[in-house]
C-alpha cells in the first residue's frame, strides 16, 4: 500500500489517502469520518479504514508524508562514504540529531535557500515511519514497528551546521525537510537492503549507493533510539545519507534557485523539488 497526507480540493484538513493508479482514494473511517496518518496510526486503525472519496492526483495537494510528527530522529554519518568524505573517526554509536516538523515540505514543493547562507547542500535519504509504539526495542522485533518507508531530503545549510561540533541550526532551517512523495509499507518494498539510494542534482547523479552499506542498519537504530526515547506511532527516523554531498566536492556543489533535486530509492519512490530563494517579507 501507498499512503499519502493531503489536501482535498479546497480544503486545509488533512486528509490521509491510498494511490491506486492515477487516483488517490481518501481513507475514511467506517462512519465517513477523514483522519490523517499519525492519529490513524496512534488509534491503530489504519487497517480498518474505507475508502472515502476518488481524487485524481492532479486536484489535491501533496503534504509531508507525515505532517506533524512527535518526533525527527535524523542519523548522521551512517555510511562509511560519507564518514570518510567529511572526515570523521569511526564511532562505536550512531550519531543522533533532531529537525523539526515544521521545517518539513512534500514532495513538488521548494526547498528554501534561506537569505543568510547560500550553502545550501542535498542529501538523499532513506526515511521510515514507526507505526507501533515501543522502547527498549530489540533489534529481532525492530522491523514490527515500522508501518513503512519513504524518501526524504535532509537538505542542509552548511555553514550553519558547522557554527560548533551540534548539527541543529544547519538542519532546520524552514522548508528544507522534503519528504514523501508517499510512504510505502514494506511488503511493497521488497528486500530493503537491495535498494540504493539515489541523489540526482539537473539530472546528474551525485549520490548513489547501496542500503545494505549503512554502518547502522535500520533495526540498529530503532534499537539505539528507542533505548533513550520512546518511540511513538507517526515517529520519523531518517536514517542518513551516502558520499557524494555537495560541501565536499571541488569545487563545491550547492543548490541554486532554478535547480531541482532529485531523491530516488527504488522501490520506496522517487521525491523531486525545486530550488527557491526564500522571499523577502
Known amino acids: ?11 486545509k484538513v488533512v486528509s490521509l489517502g491510498k494511490i491506486e493508479g492515477d487516483n488517490i482514494i481518501e481513507l475514511v473511517s467506517s462512519d465517513g469520518k477523514g483522519t490523517d496518518l499519525k492519529a490513524a496510526l496512534s488509534m491503530d486503525i489504519l487497517n480498518t479504514l474505507v475508502d472515502g472519496e ?109 557554527h560548533n561540533i551540534q548539527f541543529t541550526p544547519g538542519k532546520n532551517f524552514p522548508g528544507t525537510g522534503a519528504f514523501g512523495p508517499y510512504l510505502i509499507t514494506p511488503d511493497e518494498v521488497g528486500n530493503l537492503e537491495e535498494q540504493r539510494v539515489i541523489t540526482k542534482l539537473n539530472d546528474e547523479v551525485l549520490q548513489d549507493q547501496p542500503i545494505s552499506d549503512m554502518i547502522w542498519p535500520v533495526a540498529t537504530l530503532i534499537n539505539y533510539i528507542s533505548t533513550f526515547s520512546p518511540l511513538s506511532p507517526g515517529d520519523v527516523i531518517v536514517t ?8 565536499k566536492r571541488t569545487p563545491p556543489v550547492w543548490m541554486i ?17 525545486p530550488i527557491q530563494d526564500e522571499e523577502l517579507a
Open 1 to 11: 500500500m501507498k499512503y499519502v497526507s493531503f489536501y482535498r480540493p479546497d480544503s
Open 54 to 162: 476518488t481524487y485524481n492526483k492532479e486536484e489535491i495537494q501533496l503534504l509531508p508524508v507525515v505532517v506533524d510528527p512527535g518526533k525527527i530522529f535524523c542519523v548522521g554519518l551512517n555510511y562509511d562514504s560519507h564518514r570518510k568524505e567529511a572526515g570523521r573517526a569511526e564511532a562505536e554509536h550512531p550519531a543522533i540529531f533532531i529537525r523539526f516538523a515544521d521545517s518539513l515540505i512534500a514532495h513538488g514543493d521548494p526547498i528554501i535557500r534561506p537569505r543568510i547562507s547560500t550553502k545550501l547542500d542535498y542529501e538523499g535519504e532513506l526515511a521510515l515511519v514507526i507505526g507501533k509504539a515501543g522502547r527498549n526495542i530489540p533489534e529481532e522485533e525492530a522491523l514490527g514497528h515500522v508501518t513503512g518507508y519513504a524518501c526524504f531530503n535532509d537538505a542542509s545549510i552548511r555553514d550553519w551546521q558547522k
Open 240 to 247: 542518513g545519507t551516502p558520499g557524494g554531498v555537495g560541501f
Open 257 to 273: 534557485p532554478g535547480d531541482v533535486v532529485e531523491v530516488s530509492i527504488g522501490t520506496v519512490g522517487t521525491l523531486v523539488n
